[in-house]
Structure formats: structure tokens, C-alpha cells
């Protein structure tokens, strides 16, 4: 665990960063899927993270709650490494209790939803907070309330998944990553299985979080979207962040050939 002490001693309370990677790699079946990623977010930026299918984008963000355990490096969140504590002298991989307590900084709306079909829309919300933070049945629902009014779906807390839209699935799936109350939130290709005319009401619910200063970073394909949204853009390929900067100058003037073929490739679809 050596190559972890270093970032654990940067987890000491100094002000950084809401997110830094630092040489994050993982293979599958000895592909090579990041390749020593680092990655700083700003607190209350939108970081959103561009690049071909297969360029690791989807992996990143599953390391970054420890879906995925990293091969080497390490992650931290406003400034405590995420799935690694300390015992006495030694660093280690975080028990599943302090892996869950990690997991609450950490909201993630996922590209397949995974709402339980089974659950209303107000139990979808109210399950993580009770079993995860010991949290009173009566004060979560509230909260779910609270958080279903945010995104315009006060109506809607009794149906049922298959009741709903897909941008009203969208929408319950953020309040539920909303309730354990994170520091952060992933979005894994957010509209990407919305007509057009549905991208309108996840854009609305994001562009309100950035209003309130959530700290975002979120895998896209919709470049329009990164544009309205981003603070900061990412690119990736092959397992690496080949180019990144402010939405202006990354799609207007990107300096890396391979970034701006993408780009070009993307607009003309």
C-alpha cells in the first residue's frame, strides 16, 4: 500500500480540491482502462468528462465511489481518501462499514437508473438514508419530500418506475442520490436515454444544483449539454485525459489534433 501513504498524508485538513485523483489506472482482463489519470474538481464546479466509447470515462466515475477498486493510486474527497483508512501504521482497504460511510459523500445517478420497480417513487428515495445512515423513517421521507418538490415531481411520490417518464425517472433517480445529502454527485451519461425534448428537464435539475454550488462531475456525450453545464471540460482517450479546459477554448480551440477530430466527429451527427 505504499503507493497510497503519500495521498493519505495529503488528507490532513488542508483546503483543496472537492476531488483529486492522483495516478488512478485499472485494467480488465489486462486491457489497460485508465492509464495514471489525475483529476483535480473544484468545489461547487461542473467538471463534465467527454471522449469516445471505451475511453475509460464510465470507469472513472465508478472508481470514484469505489464501484470500481482502483489498480493503483488513489482518490480523495474533500480531502479523505475514498475506500482506504488507516490502521495504527498501516494503510488498508476500507472496511465495507467505512466503504458505506465513504459511499455517502458520494452521490451517483447511474445510466440505467436502477430504480426498484417494486418501490414508489417515495420509497425509491426514502431506502438509502434509512439503512445507510440510521437515519428515522419519518425524517427521511420528509426529506424525499423536500427533494421531489425540488425537481418537480412533488405529484408523482406515490407511482410507481413504470408509471413514470424517462426524464421523470431521471429526475427521481438524482433526488434518491440527493438524500444521503453528498458532497458530490456523478452523472453517467445523464441524457442519454432521453428523446430531446426530455433532455430539457435533467438540464433544468442540473443547471439548479451548479446554482447551489454541488460540486459536480459528469460523463456526457451531449456536447451541448457539457457546454451549457460545464465549468470545465474533460477529454479522454485511451485511458488517459488528453485535453482539458473551460468550455469556450475546448470546443472552440482545442490545442491537441486528437481532441478537435472528436469534437468535429460529434457535431457532425
Avoid at 495516478?23 to 468545489?43: N, R
Wanted: include cysteine; proline fraction near 6%.
Amino acid at each position: 500500500m505504499s503507493a497510497t501513504a503519500g495521498p493519505l498524508a495529503v488528507a490532513s485538513g488542508e483546503p483543496g480540491p472537492m476531488v483529486r485523483l492522483i495516478g488512478i489506472s485499472k485494467s480488465f482482463g489486462g486491457v489497460t482502462v485508465l492509464d495514471g489519470v489525475d483529476l483535480s474538481v473544484a468545489a461547487g464546479t461542473v467538471t463534465c468528462v467527454v471522449g469516445p466509447s471505451g475511453s475509460g470515462k464510465s470507469t472513472l466515475l465508478r472508481c470514484v465511489n469505489r464501484l470500481e477498486r482502483p489498480d493503483s493510486g488513489a482518490i480523495l474527497v474533500d480531502g479523505r481518501p475514498v475506500g482506504l483508512e488507516r490502521r495504527g501504521d498501516r494503510v488498508v482497504e476500507a472496511s465495507p462499514r467505512v466503504l458505506a460511510r465513504h459511499r455517502t459523500s458520494v452521490g451517483m445517478v447511474f445510466q440505467a437508473l436502477n430504480l426498484f420497480p417494486h418501490l414508489t417513487v417515495l420509497q425509491n428515495i426514502v431506502e438509502s438514508p434509512v439503512a445507510v445512515q440510521r437515519v428515522r423513517r419519518d425524517e427521511a421521507r420528509a426529506r424525499a419530500r423536500e427533494l421531489l418538490d425540488r425537481v418537480g415531481l412533488a405529484h408523482k411520490e406515490r407511482a410507481y418506475p413504470r408509471e413514470l417518464s424517462g426524464g421523470e425517472q431521471q429526475r427521481v433517480a438524482i433526488a434518491r442520490a440527493l438524500a444521503v445529502r453528498p458532497k458530490v454527485m456523478l452523472f453517467d451519461e445523464p441524457t442519454s436515454a432521453l428523446d430531446p425534448e426530455l433532455i430539457g428537464e435533467v438540464l433544468t435539475v442540473v443547471r439548479d444544483l451548479a446554482a447551489g454550488g454541488m460540486t459536480m462531475l459528469i460523463v456526457t456525450h451531449e456536447l451541448r449539454f457539457a457546454a451549457e453545464v460545464a465549468d470545465e471540460i474533460v477529454f479522454m482517450d485511451q485511458g488517459r485525459i488528453v485535453e482539458q479546459g473551460p468550455p469556450a477554448a475546448m470546443l472552440g480551440r482545442p490545442r491537441h489534433e486528437r481532441t478537435a477530430r472528436f469534437f468535429a466527429t460529434i457535431q457532425q451527427r
